[in-house]
């Protein structure tokens, strides 16, 4: 297999979908001409709002959908150029349970490999399945499996023919925190052996913990696509909570935003590059204030996506996009929208 050119595993330029419209509808612009360029060994997620244009994406890497325009590369060969060699680069992992319930795992991973042309001496059926737990199901019927099972079933199907790039649509969507676990234990280990992984979640938390970079999707638009922790920079703040002892009333600490929460508690948001919590701290007790308790909290994943999406104000966006969206609906976590 032919090496990613220039260390990308995934390149896109250009890239525009416009599907007609419906029933006097006007035509939609799923992607807006976006340029991503994914690096080879990473393990990269692609975030956004539901109908940013993530699944769009995705379609068109696994040959689903046709581009309108633009050019797209997957492991070096272009997908219009070598759409062989590029479909072979990639393996997808899709949102949806598109399982055969009348084929059995191993039925299902030999037709898989089957339709890649890999030769018998080459297939690895037995232990992808064992990989990924499935081993003692590897002869039953594929109704009779779980949804859990059902979702590690599609990964050893998109592993098949070895690919170089292992694309995960909301893997994790519906399954328990155990298989979740699991999952991603899995997942990391495929990344050290050199498979490159796109992830594509709404459980913000995942995202943050496993990637290394992080693009963000939204009404077409990439808004965003940094190193996670370069990502996680954008917002330089940080919460400072404090019990008071004898339930004190906050103080008033001029420049700092302090709120009071129900419990008590008052919170005050500051700029590490400002001041530090020591210097906050002893403002507080210079006020008469004595501590009970005090603990920190700073920016995460959740507060980027929401400022790059939900609570962008009219007009285009500073880092590429257009704004207009009214607040989201969270996930059972409480991180992400709902998918």
């Given at each position: 297999m032919q090496k990613a050119v220039k260390g990308h595993a995934i390149e896109a330029r250009g890239l525009s979908k416009i599907y007609r419209g419906g029933r006097g509808q006007p035509p939609q612009e799923?992607?807006?001409?976006?340029?991503?360029?994914?690096?080879?060994?990473?393990?990269?997620?692609?975030?956004?709002?539901?109908?940013?244009?993530?699944?769009?994406?995705?379609?068109?890497?696994?040959?689903?959908?046709?581009?309108?325009?633009?050019?797209?590369?997957?492991?070096?060969?272009?997908?219009?150029?070598?759409?062989?060699?590029?479909?072979?680069?990639?393996?997808?992992?899709?949102?949806?349970?598109?399982?055969?319930?009348?084929f059995t795992p191993a039925e299902a991973m030999e037709l898989q490999a089957g339709l890649y042309g890999v030769p018998k001496s080459e297939r690895?059926?037995?232990?992808?399945?064992?990989?990924?737990?499935?081993?003692?199901?590897?002869?039953?019927?594929?109704?009779?499996?779980?949804?859990?099972?059902?979702?590690?079933?599609?990964v050893a199907k998109?592993?098949?023919?070895?690919?170089?790039?292992?694309?995960?649509?909301?893997?994790?969507?519906?399954?328990?925190?155990?298989?979740?676990?699991?999952?991603?234990?899995?997942?990391?280990?495929?990344?050290?052996?050199?498979?490159?992984?796109?992830?594509?979640?709404?459980?913000?938390?995942?995202?943050?913990?496993?990637?290394?970079?992080?693009?963000?999707?939204?009404?077409?638009?990439?808004?965003?696509?940094?190193?996670?922790?370069?990502?996680?920079r954008m917002i330089e703040q940080k919460q400072l909570v404090v019990r008071p002892a004898n339930g004190a009333p906050a103080p008033d600490l001029d420049d700092f935003k302090v709120e009071t929460r129900a419990d008590g508690c008052f919170v005050v948001t500051y700029s590490p590059e400002d001041v530090t919590a020591g210097e906050i701290i002893a403002r507080i007790q210079a006020a008469g204030i004595g501590i009970d308790d005090i603990t920190t909290q700073q920016s995460d994943l959740e507060d980027v996506f929401l400022q790059l999406t939900y609570y962008r104000e009219d007009g285009p966006n500073p880092n590429g996009g257009q704004a207009g969206r009214a607040g989201p609906a969270l996930a059972p976590s409480g991180r992400g929208p709902q998918a």
């Open positions: 799923a992607l807006k001409g976006i340029d991503l360029v994914i690096p080879q060994g990473s393990i990269f997620g692609l975030l956004g709002p539901n109908g940013a244009g993530k699944s769009t994406f995705i379609n068109i890497l696994a040959d689903l959908v046709n581009k309108t325009a633009g050019e797209v590369s997957i492991w070096g060969f272009d997908i219009d150029k070598h759409p062989r060699q590029s479909r072979a680069s990639i393996g997808v992992v899709p949102q949806e349970l598109n399982i055969d319930p009348f690895r059926t037995m232990e992808i399945l064992t990989a990924l737990g499935l081993e003692d199901k590897a002869d039953a019927y594929a109704r009779t499996l779980s949804g859990g099972m059902r979702r590690r079933l599609l998109a592993l098949v023919h070895n690919p170089p790039v292992l694309v995960l649509d909301e893997p994790t969507a519906g399954v328990d925190i155990e298989l979740r676990k699991q999952l991603w234990k899995y997942v990391r280990e495929l990344n050290e052996r050199g498979v490159t992984i796109v992830l594509t979640t709404h459980y913000l938390e995942e995202a943050e913990e496993l990637c290394d970079t992080i693009a963000i999707i939204d009404q077409g638009d990439v808004v965003a696509c940094k190193p996670k922790d370069t990502l996680l």
